[in-house]
Nanobody
Framework: QVQLVESGGGLVQAGGSLRLSCAAS????????MGWFRQAPGKEREFVAT????????RYADSVKGRFTISRDNAKNTVYLQMNSLKPEDTAVYYC??????????????WGQGTQVTVSS
């Protein structure tokens, strides 16, 4: 069992940067695949980035590749999403997800409450 709390969202101008954090409670954090998803108004939740529970392998949605970086600090039970060169179309509620020893997906069992990111043009 793990509980997730996101932070770091806010309002930023296009071209700016934000860093999201997701703090996990519970044990064995290093055994969880972690990831970020987002949901814009009127749209379905979509995959953004994931980092493996072992080895730190990362994967990104094409729409954010080269601009976003996911990382994790197992000593702090935290996963990060560094977002650079933000665009208005990145505006969404961003959710952190976790899954035991596997990659995250929309079917993952653990989710945070979300943090709002708004990018103004």
């Amino acid at each position: 069992q793990v509980q997730l709390v996101e932070s770091g969202g806010g309002l930023v101008q296009a071209g700016g940067s934000l860093r999201l954090s997701c703090a996990a409670s519970g044990r064995f954090f290093s055994n969880y695949g972690m990831g970020w998803f987002r949901q814009a108004p009127g749209k379905e939740r979509e995959f953004v980035a994931t980092i493996a529970w072992s080895g730190g392998t990362t994967r990104y949605a094409d729409s954010v590749k080269g601009r976003f970086t996911i990382s994790r600090d197992n000593a702090k039970n935290t996963v990060y999403l560094q977002m650079n060169s933000l665009k208005p179309e990145d505006t969404a509620v961003y959710y952190c997800a976790a899954d035991w020893r596997t990659a995250v997906s929309l079917r993952s069992p653990y989710w945070g409450q979300g943090t709002q990111v708004t990018v103004s043009s």
